[in-house]
């Protein structure tokens, strides 16, 4: 801002917008916007919103702020969520399930991350590998008997399933097996209904394949 009411030339609007601060368009000392300056650089329609955009008297020093953060600073985090929950059409990404069974878990990251992963249906077991065109056998790396899927893997190997007798709830797993085939299903009804040793014990479960790398 030059003068009280002054018009930026128009010679080089590309520069002058360049260099335009919102402190530009107000008069100084008047928490006002300048009008005049505002039709002179845009046109009416964003004129029209920019004088709609009150400015508080209280407010004496300009900062930048992003509004989707509660400390006002920028984050690609918040932006993430910007574009996933208010500007972009998702619907087509959600599956339908109450996932925050598995965020809610107070286990570490990485396992938390893998029981989704299993959910979803993203470990590379070899049945999926060999969807996927990858040469190798869909043979069971462990028992080297049945197919090698995450619901085999996870709880119908004879290794996993001593890993859930060792925690005394195989019964309990069982009957889950026969009310349910989807994984997702399984995963969901064990962590939904099934007592805290349960839900340890899956933890335990996944946690020990994530670390060993078995899957
Ligand atoms: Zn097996």
Redesign the pocket.
Known sequence: MRDNVTIFPLDDVATTLANLRVSDCILPNQKSWNVPLLNSIFNEQIVEHIITTPLYPPVHDDRLVWKKESNDEYSVRSVYRLCMNELLDTSHFKVEGTWDLIWRLKVPPRVRNLIWRICRNCLPTRTRLCDKGVNCTVV?A??T??E?DSV??LFR???SRDIWSMWNVASAVSNIFDQYQNIKDIIFETLRYCHMKMQQCLVALFGAYGSKEMI
């Open positions: 069971c462990l028992c008997v049945d090698e085999h893997l190997c004879p290794g």
